[in-house]
């Protein structure tokens, strides 16, 4: 069974930066494609970025292009979100999602994945 776990949520101010880390085995961190979705309070959840399996190749949303980069580490099993120039509409839950397969019309949907962390809390004060 295929299973993901996110850490390193927390409350930071408006400009912070905080870097969110997603561990998983090593069958999944080398064959799966890795991402990141949120859900903020009363909103649906939405892509945030997204890392083929060999770390070649990212897709990130609109709205966090620019300020956060998916990365891997292969010495640690994990995808990381690095998160700078943190704004308060960045405050949501942030969850770590993982498929074998990639469709470039759908990544971005989150019905797409099965593969679900249980969700770690960022808060942005302003």
């Known amino acids: 069974q295929v299973q993901v776990t996110e850490f390193g949520g927390g409350l930071v101010q408006a400009g912070d930066s905080l870097t969110l880390s997603c561990t998983a085995s090593?069958?999944?961190?080398?064959?799966?494609?890795m991402g990141w979705f949120r859900q903020a309070p009363g909103k649906e959840r939405e892509f945030v970025a997204l890392i083929n399996w060999t770390g070649g190749t990212t897709w990130y949303a609109d709205s966090v292009k620019g300020r956060f980069t998916i990365s891997k580490d292969s010495a640690k099993n994990t995808v990381d979100l690095q998160m700078d120039s943190l704004k308060p509409e960045d405050t949501a839950v942030y969850f770590c999602v993982a498929d074998r397969t990639f469709a470039s019309q759908t990544y971005f949907k989150p019905e797409r994945y099965r593969v679900w962390g249980q969700g770690t809390q960022v808060t942005v004060s302003s």
């Open positions: 090593r069958y999944t961190f080398e064959m799966y494609y």
